[in-house]
């Protein structure tokens, strides 16, 4: 299943493609979900896996793909990856406009 409610940034998808290529699998994917924890109640979570579950959204960009469960993409609908570079490091952020609070980091959040 396809869809663009979930948005890949181009800096994300240049570094995507480079992650998974070096994966050195071409059924490699990156797979974004949300996880229950983290200090404000939920985290999110990437990794690289090279299935797709049944129901997962495949969202392609270039050679950047990424999967999002059902489930997940309930709370990232309208939300975009991005990866920044700076001084201080270089990280995926994600930006949800379903997020009521967030942590410092940004990795976790609450809706």
């Not at 948005?7 to 994917?29: C, D, G, Q, W």
């Not at 109640?41 to 999002?68: M, P």
């Not at 059902?70 to 975009?80: A, E, F, H, I, R």
């Amino acid at each position: 299943m396809e869809t663009t409610s979930f948005t890949i940034s181009e800096s994300a998808a240049k570094r995507i493609a480079k992650v998974l290529a070096e994966e050195k699998n071409p059924a490699a994917k990156l797979r974004v979900s949300v996880l229950g924890g983290g200090c404000s109640g939920f985290q999110y979570n990437l990794d690289v896996d090279d299935k797709v579950e049944e129901g997962d959204i495949v969202i392609r960009q270039g050679d950047a793909v990424v999967t999002i469960d059902p489930v997940s993409m309930d709370l990232l609908k309208g939300s975009t990856l991005n990866f920044e570079s700076s001084m201080a490091g270089a990280s995926f952020k994600i930006t949800n406009p379903n997020a009521t609070a967030s942590c410092g980091c940004g990795n976790s959040f609450a809706v």
